[in-house]
């Protein structure tokens, strides 16, 4: 049996994030990741938008307000130290209607409640200097945001972790977890593994690694499968820089917007539809499984009782494309149909509480010897630097002697 002074169960960006700075404190330490997939990075990582995001949206005083504004600098100071290709090309969050500037103007005020510098107020001709094509009564611009592909960072850190004396195993899935008195045994389907501390960063699987462990916990992820379409090369003049609607306060998500990517294309997008699988990337993915695991979870239907209707809406956009589009045709009334082509989808991992609440902030759970994050969405790429910190020292108090 292999003994590890760390193991992290996850090779997404958190998780390798967390193996990079604990490698930082100790250096010494003997540490392996475990990754199910054949290669690191393959799940939310490589599924998400793209953005590095300001940090604009998020409660003050939050560990996702904090960790970001944090995050986003160590995570620009990373990519120019390791010659990692990104644009910071700003966003623009558009007033389609009078009645969205109230909201408009809480943003403006969170955004500088988190320390965000520059934020302009664009009256509608500003704005139609910059982004001619959009209906606009007012909008914001935030300079600090940008694009990138965060596989790329995440790959870069499971090398450098490579390099300092620690493992990334791939192909390893976790079946079990057993507390001893002195450590942690983590069986996997290849060996089982004896720690001292062990990190689970599942993403998608983050709740079923921590009720491996915990009896009960009061919460479970539900996966929501965002949807997008990408405009076509003769229609990417009407989008400069990423085009976002004033979102829903009561909802993480953001809306229907218009996100440029680092490669050259402009993805339309996402819906928000509850996936059939933890990793159902298309609408036919399906597991019994899955299904009957939120389904069997009170908070579930809690929160469909409070949301139908908009999960009604989602679900037509997702079947209906002439219905995605009238809904970014808010942002870019010329859109057509025939403009846009269909692009990969994106699986994100959503907390919810037996409540029916939707976890709004990152979380984790740490026992003696062993750390679950169970809630890291957006902004956690952008975050990760900053939230493997945070881990990290979590964890070490919860290490065995």
């Keep these: 049996m292999k003994t590890y002074d760390a193991l992290i169960i996850g090779g997404g960006i958190v998780g390798l994030a967390t193996a990079f700075r604990l490698l930082e404190i100790h250096p010494d330490w003997k540490l392996v990741v475990l990754e199910k997939e054949s290669s690191v990075a393959a799940h939310q990582t490589s599924h998400n938008s793209g953005v590095i995001h300001s940090g604009i949206y998020y409660k ?53 409640a988190n320390g965000l510098t520059g934020i302009e107020w664009w009256p509608a001709e500003r704005t139609l200097e910059r982004e001619p094509h ?18 790329q960072v995440a790959e870069r850190f499971a090398k450098i972790v490579g390099d300092k004396g620690g493992a990334v195993q791939t192909g390893c899935q976790v079946t079990n977890i057993v507390r001893e008195e002195r450590s942690i045994l983590i069986e996997t389907n290849k060996e089982t593994y004896r720690t001292k501390l062990a990190i689970s960063c599942g993403g998608l699987w983050a709740d079923r690694l921590a009720r491996m462990s915990e009896k009960k916990i009061d919460l479970r992820i539900l996966p929501f499968r965002g949807e997008y379409y990408a405009l076509k090369p ?24 218009f996100t440029r990517r680092i490669t050259g294309v402009i993805d339309v997008g996402p819906s928000a539809v509850i996936a059939w699988s933890r990793e159902g990337y298309r609408r036919a ?24 209707k908009i999960g009604f809406d989602e679900y037509h956009r997702s079947f209906s494309k002439k219905a995605f589009i009238l809904a970014a045709r808010q942002l870019i009334p010329e859109l057509q149909v025939d403009d846009v082509e269909s692009a990969p989808a ?11 609440q939707l976890e709004d902030d990152f979380r984790l759970f740490s026992k003696p010897g062993l750390v679950h994050v169970v809630n890291a969405p957006s902004p956690a790429a952008t975050s990760s630097l900053a939230i493997g910190s945070w881990i990290a020292q979590e964890s070490l108090k919860a290490k065995m002697a």
């Design 60 to 112: 003050p005083g939050s560990q996702k307000s904090r960790l970001c504004q944090v995050g986003y600098h160590q995570l620009i100071n990373f990519c120019d130290q390791q010659g990692i290709d990104y644009e910071v090309c700003g966003k623009v969050i558009v007033a389609t209607d009078e009645n969205d500037l109230p909201q408009l103007r809480n943003i403006q005020d969170r955004g500088k």
């Design 285 to 308: 993915d399906f597991s019994w499984r899955d299904v009957m695991d939120w389904a069997g979870f009170s908070g579930s239907w809690r929160l469909f009782s409070h949301y139908w």
């Design 134 to 151: 959009v209906a606009v009564k007012a909008a914001l611009f935030v300079p600090q945001a940008g694009i990138i592909q965060f596989a």
């Design 346 to 356: 994106g699986v994100r991992a959503q907390a919810i509480r037996d409540t029916g």
């Design 234 to 257: 003769q229609a990417r003049h009407l989008v400069n820089h990423l085009i976002y609607p004033v979102p829903n306060p009561a909802l993480p998500f953001l809306g229907v917007h």
